[in-house]
Structures are given as structure tokens and as C-alpha cells.
């Protein structure tokens, strides 16, 4: 849903980057983590952000101390998915395969740097052990023709070897 990227002032507020919809995604949830935190104000920042308050961080070295806290709900809190939807949760760690049926390697994260979705994959550990290297695919039909629960298909081209 949204990290804590910060304290906002002395009194206990705090920063958040979105990951979802903007402020009104958030909205709709008053406890998050478990119910360890319990959203009691929120605006938006302006700035594709959000300020929040929380009842449990009652001052700045509190909402300190959850800098970099990812704000969670449990999955069944969430709306239902429209066709060609997804959530970031549900692609990452799934196996990624070209459309030529080569593994390519795993899905380890969704980033948006504004212009939408882009999945990055670390390819398979080479044969001296060490990691694969690490290519980004966008998250458009061209690119992905197809995903489900167990895969991600990309178009060959997209993961061609540097």
C-alpha cells in the first residue's frame, strides 16, 4: 500500500510513499501491519505522497524509528481485481519465461518510475554461483503478453542478453 519514507515534523506525523491508487487507496483502511498501527489522519502531500498520523507514534523519534516500515493489509482488505489488473505482491517472486519458452529468471520487483509498471528479473546463478544478472521488462503488452499465478511470459526481445 505505501512505506514510511520519514518523519513530517516533531509532533509524530509521518511521510509516506504510495504504491497504490493515491491517498484514496488508503483511505478506505483505518489499522495496517496487524492492527499495530492505526491510521487516525492523512492528506495528501502534494507531491505524489502523503502525510500521515498514526495513534501509536506520538512524537518525531517514534515516527523516526518507522522510516522504511512497509504498510500492510491483509490480502482478503483488498478489492477485487478488474481484468488486466494485478497487484505488485502477486507478480513478485514468480518465474519469468520468454515467449520461445526460455526460462528468463525470477520476478524479484515492480517499480514505477512514473511512466508505469516496469518488472525487474534476475536471471538464473551462473555456474560459478554467482547471481544472474539483473534485466527490466515494462509492464505492457508488447513486452508481457501474458502472466498468471505461476509465470510471467516476455516477449524474446525484451530479454535479450547485453
Known sequence: MAAVSGAHGVTGEVRLKLFGEGVESLRRFRAFNDSSLTLTKLRDDGKGGAIARFAEVTD???????????LTVPRGALPPLGAGEYYHADLIGLPAVSDTGEPLGTCVAVDNFGAGDVLEIQRPAGEDGKPG?????????NAV??????????????????
Open 133 to 141: 544478472k539483473r534485466f527490466m521488462v515494462p509492464m505492457r503488452d
Open 145 to 162: 503478453p501474458e502472466w498468471s499465478a505461476e509465470r510471467l511470459v516476455i516477449t524474446a526481445a525484451f530479454a535479450a542478453e547485453d
Open 60 to 70: 518525531r523519534t517514534a515516527a523516526e524509528k518507522l522510516r522504511g516500515t512497509a
